[in-house]
């Protein structure tokens, strides 16, 4: 399509959405703006108008004017993602979700939820508060579930409970062509065709816009212990780590911040912890197995050149201490004003974690930039913080050198590019290597679900 | 195509794939008749020839041949596939794997393995016997892994353990056009990219053939406790299941079976179980943790009129028992003498499991049918497995009637026309009504991965 045409197609198309949608269709720049960003240090690129969608009916109405004038579609949630997931790197409309915010339907007997794919998920479970049951899945950022299904996320809780992966039943989701479709059902197991749950979830709005999902829920545990558990050395603290999972204890939370990252929670939460490697674990169950389990922990952990750890059993000690750990990266950026952050998330096989780590380490002590790590360890998933100005050539050079370092030891070791941030626009070189002929296979997909491409393009795979 | 093109297609394949192969190409008439069948009632569909491949290599240039010459390939393990997966509907090439045994690689260290898709389940966990770990799922018949992985299998385990989705990190597989694949790491989770492993699982041959398999593997439990709870009445024990369930014990099986399942099992198996419904049970953990479940289960079944408990904490006990189990669907066939049995398999909503087993039991009633009813009822999956004669028209069209009568009632509760089996030939009709437009986006991934469809034609869609 030539510029000419382009720029008919989309003046067209915006005043067909504008018919649609009232003054829920802006082309506002500071709503623009704030639409064409996440929270990494990826660049803005502003949508050409933002759209608040209320009604799955609605986004595929939106979807189908888009497909007729070729006007790209990228999805929008919280904003929360780290690879500049929703930058509008070819324009179009922002599709932001977030008044889609109803929860449908709590079956507490079949530990089940139906929500609208705007919730976010601490809404969530505030609402399930009441009914003893809670959804897992806790990125740190307070992200929409359908923005979480979208990347795949996972975090803190993944080590016992799974991914997005694992706890999507089911989804509703509005195609390139507008069409809507209902993938998965209620059941727990099924073998009826193509899995196509799974190829949502992770897509990264590529492939459809997830409108609605219904996500698996547990049961609050009688029994939750919190504990702060400092080290001598970070290989003391990983060994601890992969001897605690290859032992087949079932942790509920096992992280890892180093030094640095503890000096800046400190700040920024007003903690007082040593500044040393620390492990934030949490242990669920009754009260006889959490006892259990945090002596059999604490056994492990002595044996690796443990300190003495600290116990939260009160509700608001844990949760100021999961709030700090939420906000590493925050408090990073506020260690460093001025820089942005370059978020690297390999994840490996638990044996070889200590190398992973390690390698990293001694990467970072031969460069100019400083870098807290921080991760969700029991999965082998980790995180170098690389605090860097992207408009400083040399920065940018030498973060990107630091990152390439590390995802390649990251395969070589039999791991992944990204355990839960997703490709977006920041990682699609390191797609090809991790995937090689599979790329291929992906972009076929794509290509059948989205031949004309309007759905967010530039992310995945360069457009 | 034309006829005539399509012999003299056939017979270039042949004659090509004989160059390659050997005599590990056949047309024997016994062994295209063994690959032409499962263990179902679907006729025999025998294919023009058989291949026994070696290497994922072997497998690519089998594919290429028939890709060029339009040749349908079937992929074929151990034939125990239940919806007529592994008939040569449209003539072909059977490609069997059994001959790919060999277990590559055991990560003990990560609690994972890789093996080539012919291996059989019983045979992996005979090798990993002395490494103190296990590869849970279990669906009775000893298939091979890539069969399993290929129909999404689960079994008596998988209300613990997950199914074949959560229990795959990494495929190898040879596409359409004979390139070779390989999806997912080591890692224990990703976000890069399109989930191809978990779109693999379950695409019965479709949409590739899988040649290589990366499992999740557990630690055999520290203890384990298996029994045999008799219950007065089917709605006891349906609802001493769904209490279970609904408390979050983490049970390891929970069996229904029949007061008809148990006389046809004491039969075959050489068993004196009381012919009243039944639950078979069994727990997995520490010995205390394992004697907390059984006691808490004891009470909630006694709470729906269970009788006295047979325990069988004796390894040679507890084989005996679940032998017994997994020959269920043989001792139904025995009991039938010249019957063969629709084994159907619905997976409903815990809380509705009720609902759908005694709407089953009332259709039968009315019923000149027998029809046993075993289960995997921890995951609301079911099966009534119908005596019938296929070749009698009065007894086809009333176990038809009867299998749709239970699928549609699964459905309007919110489950699945097949929890463990597949749609093969014998379910495609299931999937129009149970997925909607959603089958529309299957055909556009079947046409873009297959657009000559060679691959395992007549299975999932109609050709």
Redesign the interface.
Known sequence: MGEAARTEGREAALAELGALLGDRLTTAQAIREAHGRDESWHPVAMPDAVAFAETTEEVAAIIRICAAHGLPVIPFGAGTSLEGHVSAVHGGLSLDLTRMDRILEV?A????VRVEAGVMRKALNEHLRDTGLFFPIDPGANATLGGMAA????GTN?VRY??M??NVLALTAV?ADG?????G????????????T??L???EGT?GIITELTLRL??IPEATRSGVVPFQSIEGAVDAVIETI?S?LPIARIEILDPLSIRACNAYSKLTLAEVPTLFVEFHGTE??VA?QAERFAAIASGHGAGAAEWASKAEDRTRLWEARHNAYYAALAYAPGKKGMVT?V?????RLAEAISGTLADLETSFLKAPIVGHVG???FHMLLLMDPSDPKDLSEATRLHDLMVAR??SL??????????GEG?IK??ET?????????R??K???DPKGILNPGK?FSA
Chains 1, 2 share one sequence.
């Open positions: 079956n007997e079949d530990l089940d990347t795949r996320a996972s993944a799974g991914t992966r694992e195609m069409s809507i479709i209902h993938t059902t209620r059941a727990k197991k099924s073998s009826a065709g193509y899995d196509l799974r190829l979830v992770g897509s492939l547990y049961g290859q087949g006889a197995s259990e998330d994840c490996v096989p638990i044996s999965d082998g998933n990251a395969l039999g791991g992944t590019s990204t355990g839960e941030h997703g490709i990682k390191f797609l991790e995937h090689g002929a599979g790329v291929g296979v992906m076929a997909i290509q059948a679900f995945i």
